[in-house]
């Protein structure tokens, strides 16, 4: 990318930062100097996840910024101060609440009362069965059904799940990664079957799978055939699903399995430039598919890093989508981000400390300027939340958007010499791991070396000694520790919903027509051995009700599994 700061005016004068440099200087040798004989501070150092903190900042740590350059107008390039002129001016985030759990009869009661609850999006959480292609009666799943989400083996199930909530008028967030493909051509069907025509949904999937190869491990195919039904996702809903969110590219699990901030932002997107790259090969014009890219990344707990963090991720993705992609619509440099409070910020013991943790998080997200929110329930380190959780966390969305007035401003923290530092250096070192990433060719090549793991496991086991070491004090776990940790209710999924899904996958599998399964996968190990877009027959075999684990066995035999190398 270009760099046009030697040439470009910036916001103080040579004559001022002078004066002020040795203002500084002087106040360093002496009143700074005394106070620190009398009271030593409380750490030889201070930092971010990524950054050292320094004692105070002032124009000198900022000196080389240019207004229009570098923050600009929001709505405007670069886009640091937010995507809409008027952010939560006009309207606020949406406030979703990530559920689902059992069957799809259950999931669906869930995403009845949350709506009535006044949340205004769907979040669906599918069970890992779900998320490996599996079906719940397979000898892999079983232990497994309806734990953490919702299990879906077929359309049917997807019909439940939405029954009597109208898709024309819902947006839902699907986190499916590697079936993608499989869960929203169930989706578009089930939409069809209301009588909601392709173009009228709105939405997301995840689909972002090549994150699972660095952070989850839900993955099934090698990483190009992935990276393929990625791509042919991007392409199929560019022509037919316009208002949907092909791809949510996610720093989420990133920075849940160890990242820093600054490797979230850059592993993040060297896995969106390979998806980017993919797509185009496809022969799709960039500005006809990324307008539709959306993101989920993930707010911890140092407040001011993460406000920052999300400026700079919408300026640096506008740069490369400017400079690398060649985009021209001011919407393709756009980073819409949902953001989740830190899964691996909650803590088991004194588990209700995690609903002031979630507040900051939320509340430093809202100051970052996201544009849908979700909260990782308290009682989340222990099971999948309980109603009650669920409701505190939407409370605590609907409590930061109506009595803090925090959105009544927009980028209220620009201008802080702090905020506008940290910002500026989180783009600089993401740019130094986006230029690794390129040095080896791309995000694949990173992962299948298993470099980008290795890089995120160094930063989690620097964080964990950090912790042993009681170098950071984590409130309940390494300090102010007491008894007491359980909460009182805590959710567990009743084994007969997982009989129930079985014996309900059996009967549909009776009550097809099963010469039209066949045929349709016939059709679509065909089209996996060329070159066509995927998403067709897929939809075709979701039609005739083929089962998630038929369609991604039918795809399994042709890429073959994926087989992670060790990482030491």
């Known amino acids: 990318m270009t760099d046009e700061r030697a040439s470009q005016p910036t916001l103080f004068s040579e004559e001022a930062l002078a004066t002020l440099s040795r203002s500084l200087h002087a106040w360093e040798e002496g009143q700074l100097a005394k106070t620190l004989q009398r009271q030593p501070e409380r750490s030889a150092a201070f930092s971010t996840s990524s950054l050292p903190v320094q004692r105070v900042y002032t124009p000198l740590d900022v000196a080389e910024m240019d207004y229009a350059r570098d ?38 009661q869930k995403f009845r009362y949350l709506l009535s609850q006044g949340q205004t999006g769907l979040s669906v959480a599918f069970d890992l069965p779900s998320q490996l292609g599996y079906d719940s009666d397979d000898e892999m799943a079983i232990a497994e059904v309806g734990q953490v989400g919702v299990a879906i083996d077929s359309l049917y199930d997807m019909e439940t799940l939405f029954d009597g909530i109208p898709l024309d008028k819902v947006s839902t967030s699907m986190t499916i990664n590697a079936p993608a493909a499989v869960m929203l051509a169930m989706y578009i069907v089930a939409a069809e079957k209301q009588g909601v025509s392709a173009d009228k949904l709105m939405g997301t999937t995840q689909n972002d799978v ?27 809903c560019a022509e037919h699903v316009p208002q949907w969110n092909t791809i949510s590219i996610s720093g989420y699990h990133i920075r849940d399995a160890g990242s820093t901030a600054a490797q979230e932002i850059g592993f993040t997107f060297a896995n969106a430039c390979a998806y980017v790259e993919a797509a185009m090969a496809r022969g799709v014009d960039v500005d006809k598919f990324a307008p539709r890219i959306s993101w989920i990344f993930n707010t911890h707990n ?31 440099m756009m980073l819409r981000t949902h953001t989740q409070t830190g899964g691996s910020t909650l803590m088991a013991q004194q588990p209700e400390n995690n609903i002031v943790r979630a507040a900051v998080q939320t509340l430093a997200a809202v100051i970052g300027g996201v544009q849908s929110i979700a909260l990782s329930c308290f009682d989340e380190a222990l099971a ?31 201008g802080s010499y702090f905020v506008e530092h940290l910002t500026n250096e989180l783009e600089r070192k993401a740019v130094e791991y986006l230029e690794q990433v390129d040095e080896m060719h791309g995000a694949v090549q990173a992962i299948e070396s298993g470099w980008m793991q290795t890089q995120i496991a160094e930063a989690a086991w620097e964080y964990q000694r ?59 190990r065909a089209a996996c051995e060329g070159d066509a877009n995927l998403m067709p027959p897929i939809i075709e075999a979701v039609r005739a009700y083929a089962t998630l684990g038929e369609i991604c066995g039918a795809m399994r035999g042709v890429f073959g599994e994926y087989q992670a190398p060790t990482v030491i």
């Open 384 to 414: 999948l939340p309980t109603d009650d959780a669920q409701r505190i966390a939407l409370r605590t969305q609907q409590i930061i958007a109506h009595e803090t007035g925090v959105g009544d401003t927009v980028d209220p923290l620009a």
């Open 302 to 332: 140092n407040f001011f890093e993460e406000v920052a963090k999300y400026r700079a991720l919408r300026r640096l993705w506008a740069r490369l989508m400017k400079e690398r992609f060649g985009a021209k619509d001011p919407r393709s």
């Open 466 to 524: 950090v912790v042993d070491e009681r170098r950071e004090v984590i409130v309940g776990v390494n300090e102010y520790k007491e008894g007491g940790d359980q909460p009182q209710a805590i959710f567990s999924v009743d084994r007969r919903l997982v009989d129930h899904q079985i014996e309900r996958l059996g009967r549909h599998r009776k009550e097809r027509d099963i010469a039209a399964v066949e045929a349709s996968l016939a059709a679509l």
């Open 71 to 108: 923050l600009g107008f929001p709505g405007e390039y670069p886009f640091t101060r937010g995507v809409q002129p008027t952010m939560y001016r006009g309207r606020f985030w949406t406030m979703r609440q990530y559920a689902g759990f059992g069957t799809a009869e259950e999931s669906n």
């Open 210 to 236: 090549l994150k699972e190869y660095v952070a989850r491990g839900t993955y099934i195919f090698p990483p190009a055939a992935s990276v393929r039904l990625a791509a042919d996702i991007m392409a199929y």
